[in-house]
């Protein structure tokens, strides 16, 4: 490793694919390299010595962040929180204890993209205790099938995941929804989100009474919504959740704008909340 490493954005490298191998190339320590780095970054506060020990963990954030895309989120933005975890990680770790910093940064990493994606996801207003997050996060991996569940494997994975059945049979139901990807305000319930499952053809008439009642929703009164925002907004909005080819991160539309990331959040923010607005106004 040398000082001229840098750390890798994906505005940086052109595009995800380009990021993951730049990541690749920078070396893995070793565990005496990784010891004497974490030391004197404790010790004495040597960012060279930080930014080693994160720029050589990076292909794990990729890793990690590889397993949440079934959640509709751009893969550059799960990296992005991740590297936020690892970051984290790194300031917190302390070599004395005799753990690896790989199975030190992987909670610290995941709790970052947990809470990236909750806050992006209408549906997991209901998770709301650890427990439910925990039912969020593993109901897909423990349903048998791509079926309904049926009252004995309710049963189960509530008991397993220490739930109410009607937690399960709730998150199962919002898991199996269509709701169109905006992104919300942090503290908003009510929030749109991405969700890429099919409804189901064979539904009761009131859910077809209640999927076309959606529908126009999503059509004409997202329009109108659009209609309520700056030319700026609306296409921050749109780059970010209606491209449904290749998503804006919040990086692309900072160097766009020549802002930074974080003012492209705050205005996207203000967006959805102006959205939501006109969206009651109508109703």
């Given at each position: 490793?040398?000082?001229?490493?840098?750390?890798?954005?994906?505005?940086?490298?052109?595009?995800?694919?380009a990021y993951i191998q730049a990541a690749k190339?920078?070396?893995?320590?070793?565990?005496?390299?990784?010891?004497?780095?974490?030391?004197?970054?404790?010790?004495?506060?040597d960012l060279d010595a930080a930014r080693q020990?994160?720029?050589?963990?990076?292909?794990?954030?990729?890793?990690?962040?590889?397993?949440?895309?079934?959640?509709?989120?751009?893969?550059?933005?799960?990296?992005?929180?991740?590297?936020?975890?690892?970051?984290?990680?790194?300031?917190?770790?302390?070599?004395?204890?005799?753990?690896?910093?790989?199975?030190?940064?992987?909670?610290?990493?995941?709790?970052?993209?947990?809470?990236?994606?909750?806050?992006?996801?209408?549906?997991?207003?209901?998770?709301?205790?650890?427990?439910?997050?925990?039912?969020?996060?593993?109901?897909?991996?423990?349903?048998?099938?791509?079926?309904?569940?049926?009252?004995?494997?309710?049963?189960?994975?509530?008991?397993?995941?220490?739930?109410?059945p009607d937690e399960v049979v709730e998150m199962?139901?919002?898991?199996?929804?269509?709701?169109?990807?905006?992104?919300?305000?942090?503290?908003?319930?009510?929030?749109?989100?991405?969700?890429?499952?099919?409804?189901?053809?064979?539904?009761?008439?009131?859910?077809?009474?209640?999927?076309?009642?959606?529908?126009?929703?999503?059509?004409?009164?997202?329009?109108?919504?659009?209609?309520?925002?700056?030319?700026?907004?609306?296409?921050?909005?749109?780059?970010?959740?209606?491209?449904?080819?290749?998503?804006?991160?919040?990086?692309?539309?900072?160097?766009?704008?020549?802002?930074?990331?974080?003012?492209?959040?705050?205005?996207?923010?203000?967006?959805?909340?102006?959205?939501?607005?006109?969206?009651?106004?109508?109703?």
């Amino acid at each position: 490793m040398t000082h001229a490493l840098t750390f890798p954005t994906v505005s940086a490298v052109g595009d995800i694919d380009a990021y993951i191998q730049a990541a690749k190339r920078f070396p893995m320590l070793t565990e005496e390299e990784e010891f004497r780095l974490a030391t004197r970054f404790r010790d004495h506060e040597d960012l060279d010595a930080a930014r080693q020990l994160v720029l050589s963990h990076l292909r794990l954030v990729i890793s990690v962040a590889r397993g949440y895309l079934g959640y509709g989120l751009p893969h550059a933005d799960l990296i992005q929180e991740g590297n936020v975890g690892l970051m984290k990680a790194v300031k917190r770790f302390d070599p004395a204890r005799g753990v690896r910093l790989v199975s030190f940064a992987m909670h610290w990493i995941k709790a970052e993209i947990h809470e990236y994606v909750l806050k992006n996801w209408r549906m997991v207003k209901v998770a709301t205790t650890k427990a439910q997050r925990k039912l969020f996060f593993n109901l897909r991996g423990m349903k048998p099938g791509s079926g309904a569940l049926t009252p004995p494997q309710v049963a189960d994975i509530a008991h397993r995941l220490s739930v109410k059945p009607d937690e399960v049979v709730e998150m199962e139901t919002r898991l199996s929804g269509h709701d169109l990807a905006l992104e919300a305000n942090d503290d908003d319930e009510d929030a749109f989100a991405p969700i890429a499952y099919l409804a189901d053809s064979g539904g009761e008439p009131g859910r077809v009474l209640e999927a076309r009642a959606r529908d126009h929703l999503h059509g004409e009164g997202l329009q109108a919504a659009l209609g309520c925002l700056d030319g700026r907004s609306r296409r921050i909005v749109e780059a970010r959740w209606l491209n449904e080819e290749e998503p804006a991160t919040l990086h692309d539309l900072a160097a766009e704008f020549g802002v930074s990331a974080e003012r492209i959040r705050q205005i996207e923010v203000k967006a959805m909340q102006k959205m939501r607005a006109c969206l009651a106004a109508a109703a």
